[in-house]
């Protein structure tokens, strides 16, 4: 089994700050040029006033929630939840620290590149 592990962080010294249930992992603020890396990499994701934003449609209803399903599954796994607005098809998404007073983190970059995975998934079902 794949499990994800944010490797060589350090342990939370404050449990009901961790992240990521396995690991343990503290969120790390990302910022300036290495964002700007990162976000490169996420060509979909947009910064809207400094909040990790990705709008998508699916095809249909049933992928949307199946979609939904498995953001909802892993935001539990990593203790780490991405405001989702949705309607019918459409759905926003929305990822910031809030621990780290709303800056962006490893772990919303993390959560983001999974959530890309999921959407190329049901979008391929096309
Ligand atoms: C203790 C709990 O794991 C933390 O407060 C988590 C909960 N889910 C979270 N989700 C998001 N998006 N940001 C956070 O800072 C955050 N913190």
């Known amino acids: 089994m794949n499990v994800d592990r944010a490797e060589g962080h350090p342990p939370a ?14 969120p790390v603020a990302i910022t300036g040029y290495d964002l700007s890396k990162a976000l490169a ?11 990790l934003t990705r709008e998508v449609g699916f095809k249909d209803y049933e992928s949307t929630w199946a979609f939904l399903t498995q953001v909802h599954m892993r935001s539990h796994l990593w203790g780490h939840h991405p405001t989702i607005t949705t309607t019918y098809v459409n759905v926003k998404l929305e990822l910031s ?30």
């Open 97 to 126: 620290t809030h621990d780290l007073q709303d800056q962006i983190s490893d772990i919303d970059l993390k959560m983001a590149k999974k959530i890309e995975e999921y959407i190329q998934v049901h979008k391929h079902n096309e």
């Open 41 to 51: 990499g996420l060509r979909h994701w947009k910064l809207v006033n400094n909040v």
């Open 13 to 26: 010294k404050n449990p009901e700050k961790m992240y990521n249930k396995l690991s343990k992992a503290v």
